[in-house]
Nanobody
């Protein structure tokens, strides 16, 4: 079965960095589009970044220049490098793929606070 397992979240001070990982299994990862979404308390889940099977990327305006999405097809893993974090980045971050009907990971909490 398809599984997406996020890791790498935690507590970081403003201006700090974190790298999230999404380990995938159960589908042909190299052919799949993979996204990162985030959801803050009381807000809708929103798209953060997307990477295509060919490596093309898209970023939400709020994270452009600070976040970088990448993939390692040999490890079936997508990464989200987050730099210069601000309190507004505090959210649960979810990995998602459009493969088949679409699948979500369980999420990882990122808290940016001093």
């Amino acid at each position: 079965q398809v599984q997406l397992v996020e890791s790498g979240g935690g507590l970081v001070q403003p201006g700090g960095s974190l790298r999230l990982s999404c380990a995938a299994s159960g589908f042909i990862f190299s052919r799949a589009i993979v996204d990162w979404y985030r959801q803050a308390p009381g807000k809708q889940r929103g798209l953060v970044a997307t990477i295509s099977s060919g490596g093309s990327t898209y970023y939400a305006d709020s994270v452009k220049g600070r976040f970088t999405i990448s993939r390692d097809n040999g490890k079936n893993t997508v990464y989200l490098q987050m730099n210069n974090l601000v309190p507004e980045d505090t959210s649960v971050y979810y990995c998602h793929t459009t493969w088949g009907p679409g699948y979500w990971g369980q999420g990882t909490q990122v808290t940016v606070s001093s």
